[in-house]
């Protein structure tokens, strides 16, 4: 079996879970290879987690680490139990290539080509069983899954200063093969995303956008009614014009008719031609009879 390309520590993620409160826990990636390595981090709750980057590349004998962030909650889940998982993929990439160039079919499994995947568990701890310092060849060292900010720094407030983070914006219904996972990008908009009073300040945006989203609503609607309106004004128009032809070529009828009755009648003076040569002939056969 060939060697693995990564070292990954640690090999499950836990957060410390507290109320509007975000967590969030670094990820070590050693490429043990003498290659080129590229990796992508794919999760089953991408509305959940943040991760900076999503996508890389390492060079041979060397490390690096993402970080994963907790979105805040509200409520708790029963008993802090997770069914979140976290997907890291590793291929060996050509030499030289950039995290820019890292594209999803460096990871598509196929006849020849090797694609690793580990996963990772996700557990939520109470903040006081949250141990703070690991020992470490007899010393303490901070755990990089307890770190609750990336920087180690909080505001005076208590809110964690958390640097703009890379969200990933694709559902995952689950991990399971390279095929059942889908796509995850990265969303350019939440780059800009802050802290605000203790709650991000994307719910801000968002209720803006609700808000812009209903007057849009309400003046569709209303163009809508006018227009309504003004179809039913042009179909009662068109009505009355049909009706106002028809009584216009009604009326034109009747004066035609009543122009023909008030015509004036010709008188014939004197005697038609007809009667006359009629009276002629019968006056020539009674001369011829009466005088043979």
């Known amino acids: 079996m060939a060697m693995e390309l990564l070292n990954i520590q640690p090999s499950e993620l836990r957060f410390t879970f507290e109320l509007k409160k975000q967590s969030s826990c670094s990820v070590i990636l050693f490429n043990r290879s003498d290659q080129y390595v590229a990796f992508k981090v794919k999760t089953t709750s991408p509305k959940r987690y943040c991760v900076r980057p999503n996508v890389g590349v390492i060079k041979p004998q060397t490390s690096c680490h ?8 509200r409520v708790a889940p029963p008993n802090l139990h997770c069914k979140d998982k976290f997907l890291i993929q590793s291929a060996v990439v050509p030499y030289g290539t950039t995290e820019q160039s890292v594209t999803s079919e460096m990871f598509s499994k196929g006849i020849g080509k090797h694609v690793e995947e580990m996963k990772l568990r996700v557990f939520l701890v109470n903040p006081s069983e ?55 990008r990265v969303s350019k ?7 605000d009073n203790g709650e991000p300040k994307m719910n ?66 004197g005697f038609p031609l007809l009667y006359v040569c009629m009276v002629g002939l019968i006056s020539l056969a009674l001369g011829y009879i009466i005088h043979p």
Do not use: W
């Open 189 to 195: 908009d939440d780059q800009s995303r802050v802290l």
């Open 204 to 269: 801000t945006l968002q209720s803006k956008l609700i808000k812009e989203f209903e007057e849009l609503k309400h003046k569709l609607y209303d163009i809508d009614s006018k227009l309504k309106e003004a179809n039913q004004i042009i179909v009662k128009l068109t009505d009355e014009r049909d009706m106002a032809n028809r009584e216009k070529d009604s009326i034109k009828h009747e004066v035609d008719v009543l122009r023909i009755k008030t015509a004036p009648r010709r008188i014939q003076v």
């Open 130 to 184: 949250s141990p703070v310092l690991i020992p470490n060849n007899g010393e303490f060292k901070k755990d990089p899954c307890y770190n609750t900010s990336p920087r180690g720094d909080k505001l005076s407030n208590g809110i964690e200063n958390i640097p703009p983070l890379i969200r990933l914006s694709e559902d995952v219904l689950g991990i399971g093969t390279a095929k059942d996972i889908e796509e995850l």
């Open 66 to 73: 993402f970080s994963v962030v907790m979105q805040a909650e």
